[in-house]
């Protein structure tokens, strides 16, 4: 993060409290992804890398009665996954790391990467080099990202920069050496029910600060990115 942006850490702390996943996904393609990952064996492990509060990983650990790790450098994230993990009942097969995405050097058989790609660079090509590392070779990555779902104005990709559609980035997959199982695009019902869930988490600061912060990010979101700004869904195995 700029410095700029540690200024307004407090609303993107507040903005992820109200969320079940920090990213545009709804409960439907939730559960349709964890049934489509399935793992290798009873004893292989997840790894998610900038999990977040670590829905998806603990969700996937419950559905399969598997271990798993997640990492995220954010303290307060990884505190709020210790305590879901807990919550669940999954506290002693589920550990929560804060630490630096990108010191992670052991691989496992599923590994999830949602809304985090940026941690290892501005496009999408050095993460899924990293996490190809990761991945175990008959195992899996489930890989989401921003991506244009349709062309930018100047200001948009100004704002985003130089992402990937669809195609794309299911090519640069296939070039960081997968195989693409499964490649799809959040909805826009799900972007709009994401955007709003973001900015009820600031509204409740009830600050005059928050309430304009919410109000750019509103008025960025209606007139500028939403329609064009899309967010893929990979699933992927080393080829
Ligand atoms: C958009 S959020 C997505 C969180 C989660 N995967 C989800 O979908 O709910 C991106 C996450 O990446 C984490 N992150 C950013 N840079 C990181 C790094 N270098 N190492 C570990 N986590 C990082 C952030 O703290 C944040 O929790």
Do not use: K
């Not at 929560?96 to 940026?118: E, K, Q």
């Not at 195992?139 to 990709?157: H, K, M, N, Q």
């Not at 960081?176 to 994401?194: I, N």
């Amino acid at each position: 993060m700029t410095a700029a942006d540690d200024d307004l850490r407090p609303y993107f702390d507040a903005a992820a409290t109200g969320l079940t996943f920090n990213s545009p996904l709804g409960e439907a393609r939730a559960t349709a992804l964890l049934d489509r990952i399935q793992p290798p064996a009873a004893s292989s492990r997840v790894l998610d890398l900038g999990c977040g509060s670590g829905e998806l990983l603990l969700r996937l650990c419950a559905q399969h009665g598997i271990a798993g790790d997640g990492v995220d450098n954010h303290a307060a994230d990884a505190d709020a996954a210790r305590r879901r993990a807990a919550e669940l009942g999954l506290a002693d097969r589920v550990a929560f790391h804060t630490a630096d995405a990108t010191t992670w050097d052991r691989p496992a058989d599923i590994v999830l990467n949602v809304g985090a790609g940026h941690i290892w660079g501005d496009s999408p090509a050095p993460a899924l080099a990293a996490l190809h590392r990761l991945t175990n070779p008959s195992g899996t990555l489930l890989f989401a990202d921003s991506i244009y779902d349709t062309e930018p104005d100047a200001t948009v990709r100004e704002a985003f920069g130089d992402l990937p559609d669809l195609a794309g980035l299911a090519r640069t997959a296939t070039d960081a050496g997968f195989r693409v199982l499964h490649a799809a695009a959040s909805t826009q019902g799900e972007w709009d029910d994401f955007e709003s869930d973001w900015r009820a988490g600031v509204e409740r600061l009830a600050t005059p600060g928050a309430r304009a912060f919410a109000d750019r990010r509103r008025e960025e979101y209606l007139d500028g990115y939403r329609g064009v700004v899309g967010f893929a869904w990979l699933i992927l195995t080393p080829a």
